[in-house]
């Protein structure tokens, strides 16, 4: 055989072993990713398994609001969760502290939850009516940091919003999609 054969024939597999290896990592990459969907999945269904033993069969959304908030420092980072719920002579606000923060990241906090509650039901809310109740640790008035992230997740009986809860953190982009 000659050396331009054998060269040719040295390429030829150095060529198929780099493709093989690049197609090998490829794989690995889409089975990590398919990993982590999973354990996403995983994680959620255990997240509304103990939600469900606790909740029970009650129709309270007062008691399902308090567990939801009692529950959820075990699943995500808070600097406060709240939940607002609509009552016939007004609204009702119960704010959990688990961090300090100031008065002003209160009142965002309240200011984005009536605008949030406001387009779910297409009504507007009187910050007169609201009836507050806090818990968890202190207002710090000395605290600096504003409200950055938050979401929002409704309340809902049957086809009716009847109130919305609110994770906030001081965190720039703290909550993304996932």
Do not use: C
Request: aromatic share 10%; net charge negative; hydrophobic share 45%.
């Amino acid at each position: 055989m000659s050396v331009v054969a054998i060269l040719l024939l040295s390429g030829a597999l150095l060529a198929l072993a780099g493709f093989s290896y690049w197609k090998i990592n490829q794989y690995k990459l889409a089975i990590d990713k398919q990993e982590i969907e999973y354990n996403h999945r995983v994680y959620e269904l255990s997240v509304l398994r103990q939600l469900s033993e606790r909740i029970g069969y009650t129709f309270d959304v007062k008691k399902i609001s308090d567990v939801i908030i009692g529950s959820l420092s075990k699943f995500i980072e808070f600097k406060t969760v709240s939940y607002m719920i609509v009552e016939p002579d007004g609204v009702l606000l119960n704010i959990h502290l688990e961090d300090s923060v100031s008065q002003k990241f209160i009142n965002t906090l309240r200011k984005n939850m009536l605008l949030s509650l406001s387009a779910l039901l297409n009504t507007e809310f009187s910050q007169d009516k609201i009836s507050e109740t806090f818990s968890g640790t202190i207002i710090d008035e000395e605290s600096m940091d504003p409200l950055e992230s938050f979401f929002n997740i409704p309340l809902v009986i049957g086809d009716n919003v009847v109130g919305v809860i609110t994770v906030a953190h001081t965190a720039k982009d703290m909550y993304k999609s996932e």
